[in-house]
């Protein structure tokens, strides 16, 4: 049994590699009462306030505000934007690099009005209202409750207090939170506009070696077997465990391009920076929803089998997300690369022929998937596109 836990354990998540055993030392560990704000965003100089915000299911979620330097948290600000992080990440992936560099810091220096989403289970977040993380209740969800209980809440809360509506950004998992999101009509009325780094709805061209022989041996399916329902790759039993492998068992400085695909553009300090704050917990049934996407080509609820998808949905199959019901008049903004193995160019391209719009693109060959959260260039490639989009809709402040 435990050379199986060891050989799941050695293959199980994508946001593990070399860089992260290497710098285990160098881990964050929150202290209580410590805050988004307080460790990473105020040090840097810039005004921010936490908020909470309770789910229909009883999570409760923090939301960081963020103004820029020279600005004044209470004063009147631009549009406000929600920034939606990725799978076993939280609002500090948007905040890792220099505040010339971070997309954070950069729309709040152009005068937008940042709002920092941190989904159900990530360190920033603060549990439920009744049940604790030690519950397997606790980490019964997939993305699917990330994107109609979480995102929805979210932009509920940042809609009704800003007085305006939402321009979305997401990246990877959060974009896919997002497209599922914009398909329900009281979620999308709610939304000026989404900018999509690494679009994902569809997975079914997945191209990273690490997580096809993770689908191919059904880990997914195994960890969940095992009574495994939390994955944290921060505790120090799970650390020991990864640093043993990495003594033989497998070649973990090449995992990261073998999950994420070849990143052009890191440098060695936003690595170290990234896996000093990354990654965040996650449930196992959200690895498993993504692998069935992966398995059955589809972008759908969680399939719970043919008699539980009888008695929740009525039907034998989960029922689809469509597209086609993102309404054409939404604009919307896409960025992704030719080295994504996650986020791979064949299925933006399915993506893109199921919505009623055209959204802007922006295709940079020689990119990967963290290059576009984290590339030494990102400002000069990605998000002065970006802001250009969101400036070209006549709502943001100058």
Same mark, same amino acid.
């Given at each position: 049994?435990?050379?199986?836990?060891?050989?799941?354990?050695?293959?199980?998540?994508?946001?593990?590699?070399?860089?992260?055993?290497?710098?285990?030392?160098?881990?964050?560990?929150?202290?209580?009462?410590?805050?988004?704000?307080?460790?990473?965003?105020?040090?840097?100089?810039?005004?921010?306030?936490?908020?909470?915000?309770?789910?229909?299911?009883?999570?409760?979620?923090?939301?960081?505000?963020?103004?820029?330097?020279?600005?004044?948290?209470?004063?009147?600000?631009?549009?406000?934007?929600?920034?939606?992080?990725?799978?076993?990440?939280?609002?500090?992936?948007?905040?890792?690099?220099?505040?010339?560099?971070?997309?954070?810091?950069?729309?709040?220096?152009?005068?937008?009005?940042?709002?920092?989403?941190?989904?159900?289970?990530?360190?920033?977040?603060?549990?439920?209202?009744?049940?604790?993380?030690?519950?397997?209740?606790?980490?019964?969800? &997939?993305?699917?409750?990330?994107?109609?209980?979480?995102?929805?809440?979210?932009?509920?809360?940042?809609?009704?207090?800003?007085?305006?509506?939402?321009?979305?950004?997401?990246?990877?998992?959060?974009?896919?939170?997002?497209?599922?999101?914009?398909?329900?009509?009281?979620?999308? @009325?709610?939304?000026?506009?989404?900018?999509?780094?690494?679009?994902? &709805?569809?997975?079914?061209?997945?191209?990273?070696?690490?997580?096809?022989?993770?689908?191919?041996?059904?880990?997914?399916?195994?960890?969940?077997?095992?009574?495994?329902?939390?994955?944290?790759?921060?505790?120090?039993?799970?650390?020991?465990?990864?640093?043993?492998?990495?003594?033989?068992?497998?070649?973990?400085?090449?995992?990261?391009?073998?999950?994420?695909?070849?990143?052009?553009?890191?440098?060695?300090?936003?690595?170290?920076?990234?896996?000093?704050? @990354?990654?965040?917990?996650?449930?196992?049934?959200?690895?498993?929803?993504?692998?069935?996407?992966?398995?059955?080509?589809?972008?759908?609820?969680?399939?719970?089998?043919?008699?539980?998808?009888?008695?929740?949905?009525?039907?034998?199959?989960?029922?689809?997300?469509?597209?086609?019901?993102?309404?054409?008049?939404?604009?919307?903004?896409?960025?992704?690369?030719?080295?994504?193995?996650?986020?791979?160019?064949?299925?933006?391209?399915?993506?893109?022929?199921?919505?009623?719009?055209?959204?802007?693109?922006?295709?940079? @060959?020689?990119?990967?998937?963290?290059?576009?959260?984290?590339?030494?260039?990102?400002?000069?490639?990605?998000?002065?596109?970006?802001?250009?989009?969101?400036?070209?809709?006549?709502?943001?402040?100058?």
């Amino acid at each position: 049994m435990e050379m199986i836990m060891l050989i799941i354990l050695s293959l199980l998540i994508p946001a593990i590699c070399g860089e992260f055993i290497a710098r285990g030392a160098n881990l964050r560990h929150q202290s209580p009462g410590e805050t988004l704000c307080s460790q990473l965003i105020e040090p840097a100089g810039y005004p921010c306030t936490e908020h909470t915000i309770q789910t229909k299911d009883g999570y409760l979620l923090a939301l960081q505000r963020v103004s820029s330097r020279n600005g004044n948290i209470r004063l009147q600000r631009g549009p406000p934007v929600l920034l939606q992080h990725g799978l076993f990440m939280a609002g500090d992936a948007w905040f890792l690099d220099s505040p010339e560099q971070s997309l954070g810091y950069i729309l709040a220096d152009e005068g937008f009005d940042i709002w920092v989403g941190n989904v159900r289970g990530t360190f920033w977040s603060y549990g439920h209202v009744s049940l604790s993380d030690k519950d397997k209740e606790f980490w019964d969800w &997939s993305w699917q409750e990330l994107a109609l209980f979480d995102l929805s809440e979210m932009i509920q809360h940042i809609y009704s207090t800003a007085n305006s509506k939402v321009f979305v950004v997401g990246h990877s998992q959060g974009t896919l939170m997002s497209l599922a999101a914009l398909t329900q009509p009281n979620i999308v @009325e709610m939304v000026e506009a989404a900018a999509l780094l690494c679009p994902i &709805s569809y997975l079914e061209h997945i191209s990273a070696p690490f997580v096809l022989r993770m689908v191919g041996l059904h880990l997914d399916q195994m960890v969940l077997a095992m009574g495994i329902h939390q994955l944290n790759f921060r505790s120090k039993v799970l650390i020991n465990l990864l640093d043993s492998m990495c003594d033989g068992l497998i070649e973990c400085d090449d995992l990261l391009t073998s999950i994420t695909g070849q990143n052009c553009c890191l440098d060695s300090s936003s690595v170290d920076k990234f896996f000093e704050y @990354e990654p965040h917990p996650s449930s196992a049934k959200n690895l498993h929803h993504l692998f069935q996407m992966i398995r059955q080509g589809t972008f759908s609820q969680y399939d719970y089998g043919i008699l539980k998808n009888l008695k929740l949905y009525g039907q034998v199959k989960p029922p689809a997300f469509d597209l086609s019901l993102i309404p054409k008049s939404l604009p919307l903004w896409m960025g992704y690369g030719g080295y994504d193995a996650l986020a791979d160019v064949t299925d933006v391209e399915h993506t893109l022929k199921e919505l009623q719009s055209k959204p802007e693109l922006l295709y940079l @060959e020689n990119y990967g998937h963290l290059d576009f959260l984290i590339s030494v260039q990102g400002k000069k490639d990605v998000f002065k596109h970006m802001i250009r989009f969101f400036r070209s809709l006549g709502k943001s402040s100058s």
